[in-house]
């Protein structure tokens, strides 16, 4: 498909590849890339940005802002689509293959093998204690991650509303998340295209200090290759190929196992959340874990924070948690396989359908919505969205909180209105300590997230430890 897909003109060829940068070298640039993306989307795309334009100079620094603004209108981890992007643009669709399969792949071999940890001795006090640590960790992190999307996206009264409306919807009246954003994405394409000043708001990750390289002084250099002009005839065919790849699974599953079914449901819910995941991980998972914990029963409201802090010191974007989730789903409700051999096989299908559309997306899209650069609505639209996202994160930090430091939690409910409510006296006083000690290093340290994480879990640890050989 490869060859087929991105032929051209004679003389293309020779223009595509004038960068001199070989397949084989490439391959190796990112299986390091993905070796070394810890720390969410910005310290992923910072290592791209550091190793891609910095120390290899393929491509200039207008052009990797310019991809990865594509990247952040999409649904989906931006980080990964900046690297099928990239991966593309150097070497066509065998290109953005690679980069993107490398990137999930390191995660997603490491997040196996701590469910299968989880699974079999989740209930250990050694792993009961580090997951105890982590929990605290991750609550804090997901602090930090409200007010760093919050200082970039609310900077005027118009969009601090819109996040509040987003958090009040979300966590006071359920309103589901994809609603959420669309209704936001509407009103900011409406706002934006308006020409109101209050919609122009830039976004995205800083990229880095010094010297900029300039497009024209790196090795793609400064003309767009014949393979990333649009072409309709290959548009039509790799959307055609990778919409079967997504969907296929699905309506076997649904014609041979039914609905109801534990990998049905999986590969439906998951795929619904390829298509709604503006925003980044954050933001869409306090929609999954509502949904994994309150509907489906996959897991426990503790196990979500568990699964996340394997994502987040794992290689790779922090929606792989979700594989977490569908591992954990089936090892529960196996039918008739093997728990641990259904779970294995949910955690391929979560993967599977959770990533197979990013590719869609870049393939499909790339070439021609490089012409919706400046567009002013559209722009409109993702400054709204941002804004709602941090309204959204907010309440997965609220929600995490609860069920972080207290043992107890109910639900009060009044029509459509609902709150969850702790209960004071189940306060968990060491789990308030270890969040406390974690926002401080992140806060006012800024001690990196990998750190904080490492040392919240042996601390979580040791009070375990130390708890049970008193009891």
């Known amino acids: 498909m490869t060859e087929t897909a991105n032929r051209a003109a004679p003389g293309a060829a020779r223009q595509e590849y004038a960068h001199r940068i070989p397949f084989g070298e490439a391959v190796r640039v990112w299986a390091r890339i993905a070796a070394l993306s810890f720390g969410g989307p910005a310290g992923q795309i910072a290592v791209m940005h550091r190793i891609l334009v910095d120390e290899k100079r393929w491509i200039g620094e207008h052009r990797f802002l310019h991809a990865l603004n594509y990247c952040m209108l999409l649904p989906g981890p931006e980080a990964q689509q900046l690297a099928v992007y990239i991966g593309w643009l150097l070497h066509r669709t065998a290109g953005g293959l690679v980069a993107g399969t490398l990137f999930v792949l390191p995660g997603f071999l490491s997040i196996l093998g701590l469910s299968y940890i989880y699974a079999a001795f989740g209930n250990v006090t050694v792993v009961e204690g580090l997951f105890f640590g982590l929990k605290a960790a991750v609550l804090a992190v997901v602090i930090h991650a409200v007010f760093r999307i919050g200082a970039r996206a609310l900077k005027n009264r118009l ?59 790196s090795l793609l250099g400064e003309e767009t290759p014949a393979h990333a002009r649009p072409n309709l005839s290959w548009s039509v065919r790799v959307s055609a190929a990778f919409l079967a790849l997504w969907l296929l699974p699905l309506m076997l599953l649904t014609a041979f196992l039914g609905t109801d079914n534990i990998f049905t449901q999986i590969g439906l819910f998951f795929s619904q959340m390829a298509v709604v995941t503006f925003g980044g991980a954050y933001a869409v998972l306090a929609y999954v874990a509502q949904e994994a914990v309150q509907h489906y029963g996959w897991l426990k409201p503790g196990e979500m924070l568990d699964g996340l802090g394997m994502a987040e010191t794992t290689p790779g974007p922090l929606i792989m948690v979700v594989q977490f989730v569908g591992f954990m789903g089936a090892y529960r409700d196996p039918g ?16 599977w359908v959770t990533f197979v559309p990013c590719f869609l997306w870049i393939f499909l899209g790339a070439p021609f919505i490089e012409r919706l650069r400046n567009n002013a609505a559209l722009t409109g639209a993702m400054s709204a969205i941002t804004a709602a996202v941090v309204g959204v994160i907010l309440n997965l930090a609220v929600w995490f909180g609860l069920h972080t430091l207290f043992a107890e939690v109910v639900t ?28 401080i290093a992140i806060f006012r340290f800024q001690a990196s997230i990998i750190a904080t994480l490492l040392a919240c879990a042996v601390a979580g640890l040791v009070w375990t430890v130390g708890a049970n050989a008193l009891i």
């Open 336 to 351: 008739s396989l093997n728990p641990m051999a259904a779970a294995t096989l949910a955690a391929i299908l979560t993967t």
């Open 159 to 217: 969009m601090i509303g819109i996040a509040a409306a987003a958090f009040v919807a979300i966590f006071f009246f359920r309103v589901p998340f994809p609603l959420i954003i669309l209704t936001a994405g509407i009103f900011g394409y409406v706002g934006g295209r308006s020409g109101s000043p209050l919609f122009r708001i830039g976004g995205g990750h800083k990229a880095g200090s010094g010297p900029v390289l300039k497009d024209e002084d």
């Open 412 to 439: 009060w409910r009044l029509g459509w209105f609902a709150l969850d409510v702790p209960d004071p006296s189940s306060l968990v006083l060491p789990s308030l300590v270890l969040t406390a000690a974690a926002a």
